[in-house]
């Protein structure tokens, strides 16, 4: 049986694929004109949600019915079954569902009670009693219920059924039988005859012969005999072919031969074919199809990834996952892509492995290793359509970030920010991400370390993750909504959110703003002042120094931003608030000082735009207040004031930065260095700034008489 397995597994897989094949295929032939149109006399989707509705009411009462027949009919009373029942709506009821016990459905019919035997009659009346062989009729008949086994119950029976069979064939010409109690004989010694021919326990000289078949029914056909060639074809029928009842086939354990034959005879006695093809070009239910599968293929491939080791079914249900992902776009079914993600996010293990080795755990697993791929390639194509998926992506790509497999590499946008734990300043760049592999720390490898460490590399890099990353810029708002959103919330931390991921993922928050449009940085500035205001106002912690960084770098692409400028100084006045006391100050308040004399110069137009010179004022003071800060703040006014004009040999009539809103501001900055001891070594700078601010006073002189 095992070695089969792989076969049914490939066969079940083939036909997943087929299903999703013939969907993708569709939607190449469709078009918006074609999508919508309902094929002629098929019916709506709301009229099949109807009927699914009305086949899982009936389902429940089948189980009912099986268990107590009264109380199952009582279930459907006034929605299916009127109240008070009648035969005709109990028959049909009793013909047309097959999730029926057959012997439940005999029981109730063989009751010797009035409405009983009336709803038999009527169930009589639901066969087509056309077929030009009786045997036929008869078989399809009785391997619809179960027949008890007392002798009076199976008169009763016989007789009603060949009242009512009798009555329909009777005016046929040349119909061989000539009363309804002829046809009571004959179906009579057409049970015995099967019961003699079949029985195991009887031996060959003591089965029911021809000639003795024969003889049962002399003159019981209103008198006369039967047609001798109407004899032969039904007793050599029956010796033939046995009629088996329900019953029969359960104890020889022939249920699908049952069910086949079952499916047959249902499929004959209806007048057109169950099933119906529809327009190729018209795919109108394939929405629907695909909303009511696509869990079981995510489900039943992920299963058979999980288990085999055959490299067939492993590749048959990456196919899986490719079509489930093609398909799910094409639909812009949000939810059977975001379930596919997080099943390979899953399969790929990336968030189950440990740190220390990750390279050897993952570089032995191949599954690991395709499942990764395959989730990774198809983010990057299909990436405009993941949602709440981005959470899974997210946390794989943070835990490569913190393990150092993807590591960030240097970006235009550089700050010189100084070290927290020394006084010099250190080369600390701001950048954009890329690839650095490494082995997580460790000094030694050994030489199968170091290949393990080669596949891991390899993989990596044909997960194209960079490309990822580069597409986030590019894809629809809705999406890149769900990204920051993720982004925020695993930055923040939590129990099972480690230090380092929430790191990580502070870093890729940042990086994504900085290379975002303007529009994209307008839907997601509000969240991202609230979430570094939040996260400064916590406990120290190692977190703490990086959300400085990320906030000055922020604030400076904002400046970049027309609508937003003012933003970024307000998303500094956070910087002003540090929840860590004397210590936190020391270790932070240079970074911040270095931060804001990069912005503060780097474009002063920027500052000089629609940004409230009051904002800056604050900053400024703030930063002339602290020591770790105050030279960069002198340096800023300085650079501000003593500007170096583009033609120096051209003199200016007015100063290119300062006017009529920031004049007195600005005088007033000047005015607090020339007062304050830390820059009494500055006093010459200072009254140059003096003089320079007195030759391009912008404010009208004021007037004598006042």
Not at 143 to 153: D, Q
Not at 325 to 352: E, G, M, P, Q, R
Not at 359 to 375: C, E, P
Request: include cysteine; charge should be negative.
């Amino acid at each position: 049986m095992q070695m089969l397995e792989p076969n049914i597994q490939l066969l079940c897989l083939e036909g997943l694929m087929t299903i999703l094949d013939s969907l993708y295929e569709r939607t190449k032939l469709c078009n918006e004109e074609t999508i919508n149109i309902l094929p002629d006399n098929f019916p709506t989707i709301e009229e099949m949600e109807n009927d699914k509705k009305m086949k899982t009411l009936l389902d429940n009462a089948s189980k009912i019915f099986n268990r107590n027949p009264n109380e199952g009919l009582e279930y459907l009373q006034g929605s299916v079954l009127p109240i008070p029942l009648t035969p005709e709506s109990v028959a049909q009821f009793l013909r047309n569902n097959r999730g029926l016990s057959k012997k439940k459905i005999g029981i109730y019919l063989g009751k010797n009670k009035d409405f009983n035997k009336k709803v038999y009659r009527e169930y009589c009346r639901t066969f087509k009693m056309n077929s030009a062989n009786y045997l036929e009729d008869f078989r399809f008949f009785f391997e619809s219920y179960l027949i008890p086994g007392e002798a009076e119950i199976i008169s009763r029976l016989l007789t009603i059924w060949s009242e009512e069979y009798y009555e329909v064939r009777k005016d046929i010409p040349g119909y061989p039988v000539k009363s309804a109690d002829g046809l009571y004989f004959l179906s009579y010694c057409i049970i015995m005859a099967n019961v003699s021919l079949h029985n195991p326990n009887m031996t060959d000289k003591d089965r029911m012969s021809y000639n003795q078949f024969i003889s049962s029914l002399e003159d019981e056909n209103d008198g006369d005999n039967f047609p001798e060639q109407f004899l032969y074809d039904i007793y050599h029928g029956i010796a033939n072919d046995e009629i088996k009842l329900p019953e029969d086939y359960l104890l020889e354990n022939h249920i699908k031969e049952y069910a086949w034959k079952r499916l047959d005879l249902h499929h004959r006695e209806r007048d057109n074919t169950p099933y119906k093809k529809t327009n190729s070009l018209l795919s109108y239910y394939d929405h629907t199809v695909f909303n009511l599968i696509w869990r079981r293929v995510i489900s039943s491939s992920k299963y058979c990834f999980s288990k085999t080791r055959n490299q067939e079914i492993l590749e048959k249900t990456l196919n899986t996952f490719r079509m489930v992902a093609l398909v799910a776009n094409h639909f812009c079914n949000y939810k059977a892509f975001d379930s596919l993600i997080v099943t390979l996010s899953n399969l790929s293990k990336i968030l189950k492995l440990k740190a220390d080795n990750f390279h050897i755990a993952f570089g032995k697993s191949r599954k690991s290793q395709l499942a990764t791929i395959a989730m990774f390639t198809l983010c990057r194509i299909h990436c405009d359509n993941l949602r709440e998926g981005w959470k899974n992506v997210i946390l794989c790509i943070s835990k490569l970030y913190s393990m150092n497999y993807l590591k960030v590499l240097s970006f235009h946008e550089l700050i010189s920010f100084p070290d927290d734990n020394e006084n010099a300043i250190k080369d600390e760049s701001f950048s954009y991400w890329g690839w650095w592999f490494g082995n997580s720390g460790q000094t030694e490898q050994t030489e199968e370390e170091k290949r393990l460490v080669e596949i891991t590399e390899e993989v990596l890099n044909e997960c194209k993750i960079i490309e990822l990353l580069d597409s986030i810029c590019l894809m629809g708002i809705e999406s890149y909504e769900h990204w920051i959103d993720n982004l925020i919330e695993i930055s923040k931390g939590s129990d099972e959110i480690v230090e380092p991921i929430a790191v990580a993922c502070l870093n890729l928050l940042t990086e994504t703003i900085v290379i975002s449009s303007n529009e994209k940085i307008t839907c997601s500035w509000d969240k991202m002042i609230q979430h570094f205001s939040e996260l400064l106002a916590e406990d120290y912690s190692s977190k703490y120094s990086i959300a400085v960084t990320n906030l000055i770098v922020l604030a400076h692409r904002l400046l970049s931003h027309p609508d937003a400028n003012e933003n970024a100084v307000g998303m500094l006045h956070v910087l002003m608030n540090l929840n860590g006391g004397p210590t936190v100050e020391n270790m932070l308040n240079k970074k911040i000082g270095v931060g804001l004399y990069y912005i503060f110069t780097e474009d002063v137009k920027l500052i000089n735009g629609a940004i409230s010179w009051n904002n800056v004022f604050t900053l400024l003071v703030w930063m002339m207040n602290s020591d770790e800060t105050a030279m960069q703040a002198f340096q800023t006014i300085r650079q501000y004031i003593l500007f170096e004009s583009e033609e120096p040999e051209n003199e200016l009539e007015t100063h290119p930065y300062i006017n009529e809103d920031n004049f007195t501001l600005v005088t007033e900055l000047v005015t607090k260095l020339a007062k304050d001891e830390k820059f009494s070594s500055y006093s010459e700078e200072i009254t140059i700034m003096f003089s320079t601010l007195n030759k391009y006073n912008p404010l009208p002189p004021v007037s004598s008489d006042h």
